[in-house]
């Protein structure tokens, strides 16, 4: 599956943005889906992740409560709300997918990845 993320760009602080990662080449409802965020200097880290069925989804603590993972399988595609937005939030945006269904935070679990879009968020 290839993976292309889209919606990314600058936000005030307390605004929100939508990110949307569309994916094609296999059947997406196989994939469970998950965002990741990599700031400048910083490692990767776990944002969100969304079970096959969208049913199950999965927040780290920092994001917990602003933002909102959600797929649409139909149109191949899966969504990432963040409202409330802080500075802290800025960083390259990530979709990635995991064939097995894990929807956890090792990064190590997913494969393919998108190619980042990029989220500014000013203070």
């Known amino acids: 599956v290839q993976l292309v993320e889209s919606g990314g760009g600058l936000a005030q602080a307390g605004g929100s943005l939508r990110l949307s990662c569309a994916a094609s080449?296999?059947?997406?409802?196989?994939?469970?889906m998950a965002w990741f965020r990599q700031a400048q200097g910083k490692e990767r880290e776990f944002v969100a992740a969304v079970s096959r069925s969208g049913v199950r989804t999965s927040y780290a603590n920092s994001v917990s409560g602003r933002f909102t993972i959600s797929r649409d399988n139909a149109k191949n595609t899966v969504y990432l709300q963040m409202n409330s937005l802080k500075p802290e939030d800025t960083a390259i945006y990530y979709c990635a997918a995991d064939f097995g269904g894990y929807i956890g935070s090792d990064s190590h679990r997913y494969e393919p990845w998108g190619q980042g879009t990029q989220v500014t968020v000013s203070s």
């Open positions: 080449g296999r059947t997406f409802s196989n994939y469970a």
